[in-house]
């Protein structure tokens, strides 16, 4: 997907670090800790793409995120800056790479001003931040989890957002039936894992998960810079 201009009213209103700068931190942050998940050489850039992706969706300033995964902020760095105080939400068990991000990527003020809450459960309960949400974010998470994390995040969307909400997610479907991930265990690095790995979900599954809890699901042109495909999932009208 190219990647769309973020305006430099943007940049300049929210102190968005010049790209050179993001790049450094982001090296220092993955030198200093090692491997936080994501790759890289595409810091800067990923976490670019995906926020554009939500403004190509309707994103505005006022808008409720709740980013599943949120990892070492690399989309969180963004999106923190460009929406109003206390719009970003994120959770994630592995708690020190949200720490890492919150330390290497912003300055102590940017966080008091921005008041971004966090929540480190491992289960995937999307209802611990006490409101509803306009949009949940899960990039690159659901090729990593299991059927049943899919299941709870769908329940989770439908109880924790607004009624004109939208879920975008990430996923690869499996290159044959073989490779449609069965099992029940989270599969890669993690707050307890340093082992790699993927795993794939068939879409007629997907599709039939969202259907049973009168959800639509819309595939989005294009793929993510780590070769994932975008869905948009969303109430029926």
Known sequence: MPVMAVSDDFLVRENVMPVSDLRQRADRMIEANGFLGVPQETFETAGRSHFVRLLEQGLCPESKVLEIGCGCLRIGYWLIRFLDTGGYAGFDPARKRIEHGRHFLFEPKMLLDKQPRFNFNAEFDTGGFAEPFDYFLACS????????????????????????????????????????????????????????????HSLVWIQQ?????????????GMDCDSQFWLRIERQR
């Not at 990430?170 to 894992?193: A, F, I, M, N, R």
Request: aromatic letters at 8%; a negative charge; one cysteine or more.
């Open 141 to 200: 998470i659901w090729t990593h989890c299991s059927k049943r994390h899919i299941q709870v995040m769908l329940d989770g969307f439908l109880e924790n957002t607004v009624r004109d909400a939208k879920f975008i997610v990430s996923y690869l479907p499996p290159l044959g039936s073989e490779d449609d991930y069965q099992g029940d265990l989270w599969v890669g690095t993690s707050h307890e894992s340093t082992t790699p790995g993927i795993v794939r």
């Open 209 to 221: 998960q969202c259907k049973e809890r009168g959800l639509v699901l819309t595939e989005l042109d």
